[in-house]
């Protein structure tokens, strides 16, 4: 990896792994108590507004991160103006979205999940600061991101602890994931702030700059609420058929794989990034070099997640979760070989960003939207969380594998690799 990376691409990598890992750490400790506490149908009520306001994600964030980021490294005087105009764009879209929810809430029957929608929905509203992210990605500044989200995690952890010990409801750990959002963007505030980096009162949005950023970033906005909808059509299916219990397993299966290691993967990748997008510009030797060596560590790391579940999914389930969640062993003996095919994915979608190819990534998400759609319809009603499970896993192996080789070109640049 060193030998194609420079030495500052792997600090940055080395940051944000340790981050993911201190998270699996924590998570793998606080998280089954917080599910054992809430049960299976308060945590598949949770999960289930999570995943609803997460179809409404690609408009709080209008697909800018990787826009912004390549943008910063390849005019890095003008990251000011890119930043200020990137978070007014995402202050109106947030404004937007919100009482556009407020309006509809207030038009229909009161809904029992109303409140935890309004709680989870008004924290986006503090996620505006996470376009400092962008800045610190694009210089490879990821000690400040990592020491901004331990600390949060910290605070967190121990007050989701305090909640399991205190029986609190629902609502308590909904407004913890308000406040971790709060915390992580205050203090990239002050450390920005510190090192005179930002200036608000030079902050203008411009208008020419505003259209320029979203007219590149409008095909990941397009691809984004595919990847949301393909994410939640699995727990649409599950709570309209089999309700709340079958969420709450369902979910417990996807923190075990994406949360607790799909973010391991998802952090180098990110991290990579800038380098990928310095390489493209400069020289594509060198940067055909960095793809293949990321798909080599991706893969690796894919085979990894999916032997370890594989091999101690059972045990991690009864050690660490109460008996009601014994259902979700199957399932995640099926649905831990997922990243494999996820990790592929979002390395072909940087190699897209670079190219300015961003129009496959919709028509693969399309192709994956509807291959998930009908796998769901024909087999949640039967194998309930199994079918579910396997309906994800074939679309990720259809959208991210699939896909590649039906397109020409894809596949050429794809087979030039090995």
Known sequence: MTSVFSKKDFVATKWFTLEKIIQLVTGVYIVPKIFSALGTVDIGKLKFVESVLGMLTPLFFLGLSAICIREIVFNPKRYQLILATAFYLRLISWMAVFIGIILYFSLTENSPLKGLYLIIAFGYLFKLTDVFEYYLLAKKWTK??????????????????????????????????????FIQGLIYTIILKHKKLLFFKQWKFSWTLGKSLLKMSFPLIISNSLIMFYITIDELFLNYFHGDHANGIFATVQFLVFVLSWNIGFSIINALYPSLAESFKEEAIHYQNKIKVLFKIMLTFGVCIGGFYTLFGDYILDAFFIEAYAEAKTPLLIFCWAPLFVFIGMIYEKHLINTNDLQKNVYRFILGCVSNVILCYLLIPIWHVNGAAIAVLTSHFITNIVYVFLDTKSRKEVVSLF
């Open 144 to 181: 400040i991101i990592f020491i901004s989200k331990i600390a949060s995690l910290s605070v967190i952890v121990a007050l989701q602890y305090y909640g399991v010990k205190n029986q609190f409801d629902v609502y308590y750990f909904a407004k913890l994931i308000v406040l971790d959002f």
